[in-house]
Structure formats: C-alpha cells, structure tokens
C-alpha cells in the first residue's frame, strides 16, 4: 500500500534504544489483563541488563483499551482481511479525490461498499474475541471498534501502521470528520485534491476533538443488546441495497460503455496516466521508505553490535575482577596458613629453646657433679697413691726391720754359739 508506512516496526521514528520487537509483540499478543504485568516485567528485565533508555522506551507503552487490544486480534489472527481492509480505504481516499471526474461516483460508491462489506466482516468476529478478552469497561465497545475500522480511509499513516503490525493502544480516530463522513456516504471531498497530501501529512498532528455522544450511541450504551440486533438488522439492509445497487450499476455501466465517446475515452486515459503517476510516485515513496528503514535497521545494528562489544568488556573486566578477587583469597588463606604454620613452629621452638635451656642447665649440673667427682676421684687417688707410698715405706721399714731381725738373730746366734 502507498499510504503505510513501511520499515520500522510500530511506525514513527526509529526508536533510541534497540528491544527485541518480539518480544514487544508479544506483550500485545498476551490477554489485555496480562499486558501491564509482562510490559513492567520485559522493562526490568532491559533495566537489569544495563540497557535503560531500552526499559525505558517499553515502560512508556500504553495498555490498550478493550476496543484497541480487539483491533489488534483482529490484526494478528486475520492478517488477510485487514490488508483488504486496508487497502479497500486507500481505495475508497483514491476514489473520492477523483469523484468528480466523469464516472467517479459510481467508483467512490463501489469503493464505499466493499470497505463497508469487509468492516462489516470483522466486526462479526469481534464479539468472539471480546468475551475472550475480558471486556470490563464502561459502554459498549463495539461502537468505539466500529468507528476505529471505519475510520481507516482518513486515519494517519503512523496510525495504520500501528494496525497493520497489531500495536494500536487507542481507538483509531480520522484525519478530518468531514472526510470521513463524506467516505462513508460516498460523497466527493470538498477540499482540492492538491490539498489532500498535505492534509494527509499533518493527520498525525491532530488532536482529537471532543463530541458529545450522538442518541443513538447513547441508546446502545443503555441498550446493547438492541443495538447490536439493529446493527445486524442494518447490515443485512445494507447488503441487499448493496446488491440491488451493483446489479443497477452493472446495468448502467453497459449502458454507458456503449456510449462512451472519444472524449471519455481521452478523460480515461489521462486518468490511467494520473493513475500511474501517483503509482509510480508511491512507489518512490515505498522505496524511500525502505531505504530509510534499512538504513534505521543498518543503524540499529551497529548500535546492537556497539552494545554487545560493550557488555562483553563490561564481562571481561567482572571476570577479571572476580578472578582477582579469588587470587586475592587464595593469596590470604596462604598467608593465613603461613602464619599459623609460623606461629606453631615458633611454639614449637620456643618449647624445644626451653628443652635445650633445661637440657643444659641439665648437663651443667652434671658437669658440675662430674668435676666434683673427678676431683673426688683424683683426691681419692693421691690419697691412694700417698697410702701406697706410706704402705711401701712401712714395707721397706718393715723390711729394713726384719733384715735388722734376722741380722740381729744372726748376731744372737753367733754370740750363743
């Protein structure tokens, strides 16, 4: 489609930090009652991870409303038909800028139909999906959905991006009410179609304006039930009209094929030929669009790869720290061990000091007993020795005595003879 926006996800500006669209997606994904819970749990979980403009960027996201979260089903489980719907309203824009010309009508009124016949068949799947999500707010969604998916031919192109990738947070609102209302009764623009781009443009810069509900809004917020059997009872209304009016159209339409006159042809042709060029301006567009956003993925990249260089020095320098640390540990508890190692070997050489000082104090004793028993002993043997002197002398005197004896008994002898 030329109206979307293509590239980055969600649409608007390319976001400053990088998060896992995935994981973004499935926070819209999740029951409407789970959303704030996992969109507070994926921003801590970016916070603890160091990336806080990322944690950031994700707290922001808003809750969808009941009406929003069911447009985003829509978006998610019938892809297909929202593509129609959506290229049906760029259709329907298409065709109320060339109301005007010669056979425009009949196109802005086809155009009207087949948008109107394929809301008309989402909004049968969505009352499924809003028991399934809980519905618990005030009136009737149904109205605020409905108005959403009518309101997709004037909507802004951030906004129908949004749709396309199921992330709309808020009802859809149109770029301009009395446009809106002019597609929906199929009634040319009454602005210039050279005014229509740049009102497309500043959609997105519009704020909305408040309105007092019409009756019928305010009877259905009473009665929905009503409401939704008359809604059905309209649509069935419309079909049949809708038919009736194809077969009158088809009808006229021979009619004035036959009829075409060279002119028409000519006015047909330069049609085609503002046709193409507006084709092939929204192909320019296209191909702008997805080289700005290769060029946001290029980026996003890089600063993904800058981030990840980062972490994993922030890793290294922790392991560093840590192994550090652990040195710094083990260093200790040698240490530690060291000194009681220290300790007890000192206390074991202050017993073995005070052994040797005993043991020596020991052997001086015995010194001492040893020198006073060598003197005991050498007294004892010049004690001895003198004895045995004295014992020899009184041996010699003894023996001097008995040859005295013996001379003297000689002598005796000899004077007794």
């Known amino acids: 489609m030329a109206s979307r926006t293509k590239g980055t996800r969600g649409g608007g500006p390319p976001p400053a930090a990088v998060v896992d669209e995935d994981e973004v997606d499935d926070l819209y994904k999740k029951p409407l009652g789970d959303f704030t819970r996992a969109r507070d749990d994926l921003a801590k979980r970016l916070r603890q991870a160091g990336d806080k403009a990322a944690a950031e960027r994700v707290k922001a996201l808003r809750r969808p409303t009941a009406a929003a979260w069911t447009l985003n089903q829509l978006a998610r489980r019938y892809p297909q038909r929202m593509e129609a719907l959506l290229d049906a309203g ?47 707010e005030k009136g009737n969604p149904m109205d605020r959905l409905r108005d ?39 009634r040319p623009s009454e602005r210039p179609a050279e005014a229509d781009d740049e009102a497309t443009a500043d959609r997105g810069r519009k704020t909305k304006k408040a309105e007092a509900p019409p009756p019928k809004r305010r009877e259905a917020r009473e009665a929905p039930e009503k409401q939704r059997r008359a809604a059905e009872e309209r649509d069935r209304k419309e079909q049949r009209s809708a038919k009736e009016r194809e077969q009158e159209d088809q009808r006229r339409a021979k009619e004035r094929k036959k009829q075409r006159s060279a002119k028409e042809r000519e006015h047909e042709a330069q049609r085609s030929a503002k046709e ?142």
């Open 90 to 136: 760029e259709r329907l824009r298409e065709a109320q800028r060339g109301a005007l010309a010669p056979g425009g009508a009949q196109e802005l009124r086809e155009a009207s139909q087949s948008h109107r016949a394929i809301v008309n068949e989402l909004l049968r799947a969505a009352p499924a999906l809003f028991a399934e999500g809980g519905y618990s």
């Open 148 to 186: 959403s998916l009518l309101a997709t031919p004037t909507a802004s192109a951030s906004d129908l991006e949004l749709l396309a990738r199921g992330r709309v947070s808020g009802e859809i609102e149109p770029g301009d009410l009395s446009d809106m209302l002019g597609l929906l009764r199929g």
């Open 276 to 417: 193409r060029e507006k084709q092939r301006s929204a192909k320019e567009r296209e191909q702008k669009a997805q080289r700005a956003a290769e060029e946001r993925e290029r980026k996003a990249r890089s600063e993904a790869g800058e981030r990840e260089k980062k972490a994993q020095l922030a890793a290294e320098r922790r392991a560093r720290k840590e192994r550090l640390a652990a040195e710094q540990r083990e260093q200790k508890a040698q240490l530690a061990a060291a000194e009681r190692e220290r300790d007890q070997a000192s206390r074991e050489a202050g017993r073995a000091a005070r052994e040797a000082d005993r043991l020596t104090k020991e052997a001086a004793r015995m010194s001492r007993a040893a020198e006073k028993a060598e003197e005991a002993a050498r007294a004892a043997r010049k004690r001895a020795d003198e004895a045995e002197r004295k014992a020899a002398e009184a041996q010699q005197k003894a023996a001097d005595s008995a040859g005295r004896l013996e001379a003297a008994e000689d002598t005796l002898d000899g004077l007794g003879r």
